[in-house]
């Protein structure tokens, strides 16, 4: 089984040495848990490798993100013109574009889109941030999960790189992710959170599954460090 390192300071150790190659993991959690410094992380730590990788970004812009990334440590820029990195957002006029259209249809043009891409830096990395997009706000919950299962189904067939998804739990909910269909078509999935430890809120990831993987379904404290990224504590067990 070939793996893939996340890279993320003290997980790999946690899930067995990393992903399986090929297929695709997804990050939950509340809004502001950290899932798309998570994501970042996972992408960067592959570029700096020479494993290129495509960050769709969904509900950001470009400028802003590129920018936020500098803010925390992160300069995305060298790695973007060397072709190591790709940040690909949605197209405005996408939405409107693809509103009404079947599913098939709006899931080919979004895989279309990132075979492109894939194939232009040589990507063995794809993030998408996040899965549920703002392309099928106002749809129905049957709807957006034939969107979420086909895409994940395209994407490992197509595109053959190893995938992070992220999907937000809606906050005070015990969903593990937005959609309800997400945590089943991962291989993997992670739930990031905040606990309150002796007064004080602590980050903690929860790993929840890890398909075919020694891992333990446990929760971990973990620390977000300017610069360098997610730190998780192996030796703080919280659950
Ligand atoms: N420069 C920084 N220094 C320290 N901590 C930071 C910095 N930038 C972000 N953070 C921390 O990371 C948190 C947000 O992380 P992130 O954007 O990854 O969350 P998210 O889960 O993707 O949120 P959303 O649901 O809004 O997309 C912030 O709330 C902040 O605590
Ligand atoms: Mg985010």
Same mark, same amino acid.
């Given at each position: =089984?070939?793996?893939?390192?996340?890279?993320?300071?003290?997980?790999?150790?946690?899930?067995?040495?990393?992903?399986?190659?090929?297929?695709?993991?997804? /990050?939950?959690?509340?809004?502001?848990?950290?899932?798309?410094?998570?994501?970042?992380?996972?992408?960067?730590?592959?570029?700096?490798?020479?494993?290129?990788?495509?960050?769709?970004?969904?509900?950001?812009?470009?400028?802003?993100? /590129?920018?936020?990334?500098?803010?925390?440590?992160?300069?995305?820029?060298?790695?973007?013109?060397?072709?190591?990195?790709?940040?690909?957002?949605?197209?405005?006029?996408?939405?409107?574009?693809?509103?009404?259209?079947?599913?098939?249809?709006?899931?080919?043009?979004? /895989?279309?889109?990132?075979?492109?891409?894939?194939? &232009?830096?040589?990507?063995?990395?794809?993030?998408?941030?996040?899965?549920?997009?703002?392309?099928?706000?106002?749809? +129905?919950?049957?709807? =957006?999960?034939?969107?979420?299962?086909?895409?994940?189904?395209?994407?490992?067939?197509?595109?053959?790189?190893?995938?992070?998804?992220? +999907?937000?739990?809606?906050?005070?909910?015990?969903?593990?992710?937005?959609?309800?269909?997400?945590?089943?078509?991962?291989?993997?999935?992670?739930?990031?959170?905040?606990?309150?430890?002796?007064? &004080?809120?602590? &980050?903690?990831?929860?790993?929840?599954? =890890?398909?075919?993987?020694?891992?333990?379904?446990?929760?971990?404290?973990?620390?977000?460090?300017?610069?360098?990224?997610?730190?998780?504590?192996?030796?703080?067990?919280?659950?």
């Amino acid at each position: =089984m070939e793996l893939v390192e996340t890279g993320i300071e003290g997980l790999d150790p946690l899930i067995g040495g990393g992903f399986i190659k090929g297929r695709t993991y997804l /990050v939950a959690g509340e809004t502001g848990t950290c899932k798309t410094l998570f994501a970042l992380n996972y992408i960067l730590h592959g570029a700096v490798r020479g494993e290129s990788g495509v960050y769709l970004l969904v509900d950001e812009d470009y400028e802003s993100f /590129v920018e936020g990334a500098l803010a925390f440590g992160w300069d995305l820029n060298p790695l973007i013109k060397q072709g190591k990195l790709s940040i690909m957002t949605i197209l405005p006029d996408f939405i409107e574009r693809v509103r009404s259209k079947s599913v098939d249809t709006i899931v080919e043009s979004i /895989v279309g889109s990132l075979r492109d891409e894939v194939k &232009r830096i040589h990507a063995t990395r794809l993030v998408i941030d996040p899965i549920a997009p703002l392309v099928v706000e106002g749809e +129905s919950v049957v709807k =957006m999960r034939e969107y979420v299962r086909n895409l994940v189904v395209s994407i490992e067939r197509d595109l053959k790189t190893t995938a992070l998804v992220t +999907s937000e739990i809606p906050t005070g909910t015990a969903q593990l992710s937005r959609f309800g269909v997400e945590e089943f078509l991962a291989a993997g999935v992670f739930v990031l959170g905040l606990k309150n430890v002796g007064g &004080r809120n602590v &980050r903690t990831i929860w790993i929840r599954k =890890m398909r075919w993987r020694p891992a333990e379904p446990a929760v971990y404290q973990f620390d977000v460090t300017p610069g360098k990224g997610i730190v998780v504590y192996g030796s703080k067990r919280l659950g």
